[in-house]
């Protein structure tokens, strides 16, 4: 055995040099090939790829690397087709055809392909996240999950879908997407057939028949299946309303929900049902209509049994097993305590919303938004029989032309 100057060690073998690296022991035939290797203990990564800044140690790897972004792909799968810029990542994939998994989790039982795959499970079990975002505070078991993560910060995003111009920071989030385009949703909910095109969708919208319901706000009490839904909520608290209709002056928490109501403006209905001819403003409106025609009644109330086409609908059903709430002064009855109360005001005569050109109050500042149409001139519902316009929906109904026997 000899000493070398490099740091490492080399032998002979029948007749053949051979550098042994002294920090793992691996060996090299070359003492070039040894040097290269150093560098992954050292942790200096020369070699940066100049449009996401990942890094290597060697130059054969960045530009192996840089094939993703060039979206070459030489090696396919025989048997789905599926393409690959490397051999390695082709012959990895296709232990999954094979249904080989010999790597299990002795905690939860789950099995994997590959050895890396559960070395990177079983992170979740012990709960080290030691990777954390400067700018956010999030963290992440893996260090590679934390470079893509920031990737949000940077608002970086390579992957372009061609079809719609979307862009993402990974590239199976962009795959994910053009699932969308190809109308593929191979994932069907056995109990109302709606069909999703990732299994994490599904899973989510099964939440919905379950009646679990893990999110609930802080401030109210109320819980939602979806975490998206309880943030959506939770504007109702803050009173921000930053989106406005030009036309009637109604104010929204997000942007999606001013689109959706100027859709009722406009007037246009572009979702005809085959059966009956019923048109609506909005896709998911006629597929929810479409479920009458089906029969299809999925969501049953727990107590009575009474189904329903609608979660919205199973919800609104089972508060009345919860106990109608009722007015005291007039008998009135309401499902939620909200409803009541603006009731009540009524009865109370407060007005605490009142107008600043001519002083009419109003016992909610959404019919003081209405009223303040009158002075503002805008006429945004007009009657397809006559064309005369009116400042209010409901004026323009009682103002419509009945037919003369």
């Not at 054969?60 to 048997?79: A, E, M, N, R, W």
């Not at 989790?105 to 994997?112: A, P």
């Not at 005809?272 to 019923?278: A, I, M, R, V, Y």
């Not at 106990?323 to 309401?334: P, R």
């Amino acid at each position: 055995m000899f000493d070398s100057t490099d740091g490492g060690s080399f032998s002979l073998r029948k007749g053949e040099k051979t550098y042994s690296c002294d920090e793992c022991g691996k060996d090299f035939t070359r003492a070039e090939g040894l040097k290269r290797h150093k560098f992954i203990h050292s942790g200096v990564k020369p070699y940066s790829c100049d449009l996401c800044g990942k890094s290597f140690v060697e130059a054969g790897d960045l530009k192996t690397h840089q094939l993703i972004h060039s979206g070459v792909k030489p090696y396919s799968c025989d048997l789905c087709g599926k393409s690959f810029t490397q051999a390695g990542h082709l012959k990895t994939h296709q232990v999954i055809h094979s249904g080989v998994k010999a790597y299990s989790c002795d905690l939860c039982g789950k099995s994997f392909t590959q050895a890396g795959g559960l070395k990177t499970h079983q992170l979740i079990h012990s709960g080290v996240k030691a990777y954390n975002c400067d700018l956010c505070g999030k963290s992440f078991t893996q260090a590679q999950s934390l470079k893509t993560h920031q990737l949000v910060h940077s608002g970086f995003k390579p992957y372009s879908c061609e079809l719609c111009g979307k862009s993402f920071t990974r590239a199976g989030h962009l795959k994910m997407h053009q699932l969308i385009h190809s109308g593929f949703k191979p994932y069907s909910c056995d109990l109302c057939g709606k069909s999703f095109t990732q299994a994490g969708g599904l899973k989510t919208h099964q939440l919905i028949h379950s009646g679990v319901q893990v999110y609930s706000c802080n401030l109210c009490g109320k819980s939602f299946a979806w975490a998206g839904d309880l943030k959506k909520h939770q504007l109702i608290h803050s009173g921000v309303k930053a989106y406005s209709c030009d036309l009637c002056g109604k104010s929204f928490a997000w942007a999606g929900d001013l689109k959706k109501h100027q859709l009722i403006h406009s007037g246009v209905k572009a979702y005809n049902c085959d059966l009956c001819g019923k048109s609506f403003k909005r896709a998911h409106s006629l597929k929810t209509h479409q479920l009458i025609h089906s029969g299809v009644k999925a969501y049953s109330c727990g107590l009575c049994g009474k189904s329903f086409t609608r979660a919205h609908s199973l919800k609104t059903h089972q508060l009345i097993h919860s106990g109608v709430k009722a007015c005291d002064l007039c008998g009135k009855s309401f499902t939620e305590a909200g409803s009541l109360k603006k009731h009540q005001l009524i009865h109370s005569g407060v007005k605490p919303y009142s107008c600043d050109l001519c002083g009419k109050s109003f016992n909610r500042a959404q019919n003081l938004k209405r009223h303040q149409l009158i002075h503002s001139g805008v006429k945004p519902y007009s009657c397809d029989l006559c064309g005369k316009s009116f400042s209010l929906a409901h004026k323009c109904v009682r103002g419509s032309h009945t037919q003369v026997h």
